[in-house]
Structures are given as structure tokens and as C-alpha cells.
């Protein structure tokens, strides 16, 4: 058990877990704006421009069941917001990480003995066509 709680603390101390943890609260809140922007922005718009039709108050009656054909919508919309969102962010951190790699790494500084010896091998070269 011991072994057990210990591998579980390491697990926990990772900073991936903790990665994703943050990642999991802000994606949360995240999704609290994308929510209001949905309904109380883009659906009274898409209302308004479709003959202010409310996309909330759609609903199906089947049997004595009511289907809320109106959440599923703004619910549909909702999703494909964030998802675009998200794919601009990853799309925009990806392209500056791309840009970190393709400037050019500083040349190695040559050690002193590999010097010398090239000034060696280029002067005994100078000696051998002077021949």
C-alpha cells in the first residue's frame, strides 16, 4: 500500500498532471464564455436575422415528451465555437513554435586544439604546393 501511495504522489507531482489540471480549470471557465457568447450573443443574432425566431423556446412534442430542439441547437453551436476557438490557439502557439525552431543555432565555438591543428593541416597544405 505504501508502494501504491507513493507512485500516486509522484504521479500527482508531475508537472504534466498539474498541466492539465490548470488546463482543465481554465478550459472550464473557458467554456462559461463561450456559453454566454452562444446564448446571449450569436443565438438572438441568428434570431433576429432569420425573423427573430428564439432558438430556446423550439421545442417538439412528441407523446407527452418535449424535445428541446432549441438547447440541442445553441448546444451545436456552442461546441463548434469552441472548437474553432481552440483550433486558432493551437494554430497560433504551434505557428510561434515553429519560428522559435527555424532560427539558426549559433556555430559551435571550435575547440583550441581543433584549430590548431586545421592551421597545421592548411600550412603544411601551402608547404606541399609550394613544391
Given at each position: 500500500?505504501?508502494?501504491?501511495?507513493?507512485?500516486?504522489?509522484?504521479?500527482?507531482?508531475?508537472?504534466?498532471?498539474?498541466?492539465?489540471?490548470?488546463?482543465?480549470?481554465?478550459?472550464?471557465?473557458?467554456?462559461?464564455?463561450?456559453?454566454?457568447?452562444?446564448?446571449?450573443?450569436?443565438?438572438?443574432?441568428?434570431?433576429?436575422?432569420?425573423?427573430?425566431?428564439?432558438?430556446?423556446?423550439i421545442m417538439l412534442t412528441v407523446g407527452s415528451s418535449n424535445l428541446?430542439?432549441?438547447?440541442?441547437?445553441?448546444?451545436?453551436?456552442?461546441?463548434?465555437?469552441?472548437?474553432?476557438?481552440?483550433?486558432?490557439?493551437?494554430?497560433?502557439?504551434?505557428?510561434?513554435?515553429?519560428?522559435?525552431?527555424?532560427?539558426?543555432?549559433?556555430?559551435?565555438?571550435?575547440?583550441?586544439?581543433?584549430?590548431?591543428?586545421?592551421?597545421?593541416?592548411?600550412?603544411?597544405?601551402?608547404?606541399?604546393?609550394?613544391?
Open positions: 500500500m505504501k508502494q501504491f501511495i507513493a507512485e500516486f504522489k509522484e504521479f500527482i507531482s508531475r508537472g504534466n498532471v498539474m498541466s492539465m489540471a490548470v488546463g482543465l480549470i481554465i478550459g472550464s471557465a473557458f467554456t462559461a464564455i463561450i456559453t454566454s457568447l452562444v446564448d446571449d450573443v450569436i443565438t438572438p443574432l441568428i434570431g433576429m436575422i432569420i425573423g427573430g425566431l428564439d432558438f430556446s423556446g428541446m430542439v432549441g438547447n440541442f441547437i445553441g448546444a451545436v453551436i456552442n461546441f463548434l465555437l469552441t472548437a474553432l476557438i481552440l483550433f486558432l490557439l493551437l494554430k497560433g502557439i504551434n505557428s510561434l513554435q515553429r519560428k522559435k525552431e527555424e532560427e539558426p543555432a549559433p556555430e559551435p565555438e571550435i575547440p583550441a586544439d581543433v584549430q590548431l591543428l586545421t592551421e597545421i593541416r592548411d600550412m603544411l597544405k601551402q608547404q606541399q604546393e609550394q613544391k
